[in-house]
């Protein structure tokens, strides 16, 4: 039941309660006698209770989207932290023609990737996903970067121990673009629904 749903109810409930009271109260003051005093009372009374309800709704409903929000702000800068990294690498950003520096662009980069990927776990396990679009969205990265997480280990390892040659650096790039051109999309779209929540 969405949550719009529980109020209303909670609304056509308070709303018959009231009503059952009211007539009481009438019933009360037509027998008995009521002065305008009374009635002003009554009225003061209502509301009153009015009032207190639907600031204590809204309270609790603003409370739930500002912790909404605090979880999907940390999951969303991870995501966005990891598709900046993954920018990279489908850029191909590895230093210039000196293969050394390369190495060295490929190794921080891949440094980068894995940190974001930590970051991102982190995020997931403290973040309560409660829309279940994003959950989706948020499930097809795990998927994703769970599929490629040898394929980025061994990268890592070769690139690391082996002299860069040319064929290690293109391997290298075809491997990892293809891993940044699946992600990303997913990332873009996780991100999105973040932004419409």
């Known amino acids: 039941m969405h949550w719009k749903d529980k109020v209303g109810e909670a609304v056509v409930g308070g709303l018959a309660g009231l009503a059952v009271v009211v007539v009481f109260l009438i019933a009360q003051a037509i027998l008995y006698g009521a002065t305008p005093g009374d009635w002003l009372a009554f009225a003061g009374a209502m509301i009153g209770i009015g009032g ?20 999907v702000n940390l999951l969303g800068g991870a995501m966005h932290d990891l598709d900046a990294t993954l920018a990279k690498i489908a850029r191909g950003d590895a230093g210039g023609p000196d293969k050394a520096k390369q190495k060295d662009s490929i190794v921080l980069l891949l440094t980068q990737l894995e940190f974001g990927r930590e970051v991102f776990a982190h995020a997931l396990t403290t973040s309560r996903i409660d829309d279940v679009a994003l959950w989706r969205h948020v499930r097809l990265i795990e998927k994703s970067i769970a599929d490629n997480a040898k394929m980025i ?25 293809a891993f940044a051109n699946e992600l990303r999309p997913l990332l873009r779209s996780a991100i999105e629904r973040i932004d419409r929540l």
Do not use: F
Request: aromatic share 4%.
């Open 153 to 177: 280990a061994r990268e890592t390892a070769i690139v690391s121990k082996n002299e860069p040659t040319d064929d290690i650096l293109r391997i290298y790039r075809e491997h990892t673009k």
């Open 52 to 71: 207190a309800t639907g600031t204590a709704i809204y309270v609790a409903d603003r409370s739930r989207r500002t912790a909404r929000r605090d979880d």
